[in-house]
Every structure is written in structure tokens, then in C-alpha cells.
């Protein structure tokens, strides 16, 4: 069984930064894909951050892109989102995802989600 565990959320002022994480279990991590989504309220889910199997290829939306950084750690089947300078708009549900395709989730589309860790920035 597949499980994403996300951690890392919580409360931070304009300006701050929050580092969040996704531990990975039941499949083979190191050869997927894993990706960030949100979905702030009232909105749809939006693709954040992506990398590839190795991390080696990063890709970002346009409104994170020079804030967020997105890693992986293969060895601890961990995924990161470091987020800085966070915004009020920045907040949201975190969703973190895998699928054996990067592609997938650059198109917002995944095979395994996570539960979603909230991430408030007040202004």
C-alpha cells in the first residue's frame, strides 16, 4: 500500500519560510516522479514544483518559480518543498504526489497523493 505523509505546514508571517516534507512508502521511490500541488480555498488545485526521478530536473509554476525549491532524498524516500518569502497567497493546502512520469505531474496529474499539510501566511 502506497502511503504519502506530509508534514512541514503550519502558520508563518509575510516574508517567512517553511520547509515541508513527504515521506514515501509501499513503492519503489526512486523511480518516480514527485511533484507539489495546492489548493487554496475557493480555487482548484494548481501544480507548484516537480522534479524527476533523480531530482536532476526541477520544474516550477510561475509564481513560485525563484521562491520555492523542490528536493528529493532517495535514501530517506523523502520529498522537500523549502518555501520562501512566502506571500498570503501562498496559502493553501499542500498536496505532495508520485507517478512514474514527471510529465504527469507537470500536467497535474498523479498516481499517488498525499493527505495535504496547510500552509497559512498572514500578511
Not at 47 to 68: E, H, I, L, N, P
Request: with cysteine.
Amino acid at each position: 500500500q502506497v502511503q504519502l505523509v506530509e508534514s512541514g505546514g503550519g502558520l508563518v508571517e509575510a516574508g517567512g519560510s517553511l520547509r515541508l516534507s513527504c515521506a514515501a512508502s509501499g513503492l519503489t521511490f526512486s523511480m518516480h516522479g514527485t511533484g507539489w500541488f495546492r489548493q487554496a480555498p475557493g480555487k482548484e488545485r494548481e501544480f507548484v514544483a516537480a522534479a524527476t526521478w533523480t531530482g536532476a530536473m526541477r520544474y516550477y509554476s510561475d509564481s513560485v518559480k525563484g521562491r520555492f525549491t523542490i528536493s528529493r532524498d532517495n535514501n530517506k524516500n523523502t520529498v522537500y518543498l523549502q518555501m520562501n518569502s512566502l506571500k498570503p497567497e501562498d496559502t493553501a493546502v499542500y498536496y505532495c504526489a508520485v507517478d512514474k512520469e514527471t510529465v504527469n505531474l507537470r500536467n497535474g496529474r498523479a498516481t499517488y497523493w498525499g493527505q495535504g499539510t496547510h500552509v497559512t501566511v498572514s500578511s
